[in-house]
């Protein structure tokens, strides 16, 4: 199993930039793909990004694609988000999440959870 903890986040003025980290504890880091979701106040958690185990693919939310970043070093056991061009909206908890092998864009399929960290972007 695997612990993830996130960090990186702060306050940023709109059109700034923000690159989120998630290290995760555990040997096998490497067999699970990570997801990047985030929580706004009052709103439903939101798939934000994904990786499969290899970093051989990606996936985004259509509202952050081409903005987004979503990398990962195995040989580190992180998970990163670089964050470009942001906008008020993008104000949120973000959570990094793990499930074996395969990325996925739905929250309930991710076994492993961190705290989260928080990104507010003022306007």
């Known amino acids: 199993q695997v612990q993830p903890v996130e960090s990186g986040g702060g306050l940023v003025q709109a059109g700034g930039s923000l690159r989120l980290s998630c290290v995760a504890s555990?040997?096998?880091?490497?067999?699970?793909?990570m997801g990047w979701f985030r929580q706004a106040p009052g709103k439903e958690r939101e798939f934000v990004a994904a990786?499969?185990?290899?970093?051989?693919?990606?996936s985004y939310a259509d509202s952050v694609k081409g903005r987004f970043t979503i990398s990962r070093d195995n040989a580190k056991n992180t998970v990163f988000l670089q964050m470009n061009s942001l906008k008020p909206e993008d104000t949120a908890v973000y959570h990094c999440?793990?499930?074996?092998?395969?990325?996925?864009?739905?929250?309930?399929?991710?076994?492993?959870w961190g705290q989260g960290t928080q990104v507010t972007v003022s306007s």
């Open positions: 999440a793990a499930r074996k092998y395969y990325r996925s864009s739905r929250a309930d399929e991710y076994e492993y």
């Open positions: 555990g040997r096998t880091f490497s067999t699970y793909a």
């Open positions: 990786i499969t185990w290899n970093g051989g693919t990606t």
